[in-house]
């Protein structure tokens, strides 16, 4: 079923470095997903996403891997910038449902 | 397009109180969800709606209710406020069900 974590995990990188962001998600029978960005103070943007027939899709600066063998989904951001500091979310939609539930979130701080 | 519009921005309820948080979107969008969101947390459904006149619950509906008499709104009313129901809350729309939501600014609601 859908948890909700006490605390978000954070990942520092340096300025340029590229980010790995991961996700595991809950149910087999999810057949889209999605990456947003959240700012402090507003709302989430939708990022990039990706549907279950597809195991990677690539966007500006972005990449979105899908496994579902082990149902784990993962961003890649290029050549981190400081304006990517955020909370970052996955969110996988529960087709029987038509419910698109969230993940607990990662904080992602970019160091310059 | 406005795109997502909720109001309040913010408010402050005593426990017990009931109130309304309104939505309205401009971009003709079928579904419509309203989630939750704690500090430090992710967002967590409450109900949503896949077009006028269908609702359905999601991971915490206890305490609020929902009605889409119209494809542009989608208000949440709260029965009896409680301290528990301090949070953010994002209201969202998308045009179906494999694509992306649009989110609003959210509602910054405190219950004394």
Redesign the interface.
């Known amino acids: 079923g859908?948890s909700?974590?006490?605390?978000?995990p954070t990942l520092s990188v340096q300025e340029g470095d590229n980010s790995i962001i991961n996700c595991a998600y809950s149910n087999s029978a999810s057949?889209?997903f999605?990456w947003?960005k959240q700012e402090s103070g507003?709302?989430?943007?939708?990022i990039i996403?990706i549907?279950s027939n597809m195991d990677k899709r690539q966007g500006q600066r972005v990449t979105v891997l899908l496994n579902k063998t082990v149902k784990h989904l993962s961003l890649q951001i290029a050549a981190t910038q400081p304006g990517d500091s955020a909370v970052y979310?996955c969110a996988e939609?529960m087709?029987y449902?038509?419910?698109?539930?969230?993940?607990?979130?990662t904080i992602l701080r970019v160091k310059s | 397009n406005a795109g997502v519009t909720q109001t309040p921005k913010f408010q402050v309820l005593k426990t017990g109180q009931s109130m309304t948080l309104q939505c309205a979107q401009d971009m003709n969008h079928e579904?419509m969800?309203w989630?939750r969101q704690d500090p430090?947390?992710?967002?967590?459904?409450i109900h949503?709606s896949?077009g006028a006149g269908i609702t359905?619950q999601?991971?915490v509906p206890n305490g609020y209710n929902v009605s889409r008499s119209t494809t542009e709104d989608f208000p949440l009313r709260l029965l009896s406020a409680a301290p528990s129901q301090t949070s953010v809350y994002?209201c969202?729309s998308?045009v179906g069900?494999?694509?992306?939501?649009?989110?609003?600014?959210?509602t910054r609601l405190t219950v004394v």
Do not use: C, W
Not at chain 1, 42 to 46: I, L, V, W
Not at chain 2, 97 to 106: D, K, L, V
């Open positions: 859908e909700v974590g006490l605390h978000l057949d889209y999605i947003y507003k709302g989430p943007q939708f996403d549907r979310f939609n087709g449902g038509n419910k698109l539930v969230f993940g607990a979130g | 579904y969800s989630y430090g947390m992710g967002l967590r459904l949503y896949v359905d999601g991971e994002f969202a998308r069900q494999n694509y992306g939501y649009t989110f609003g600014s959210g």
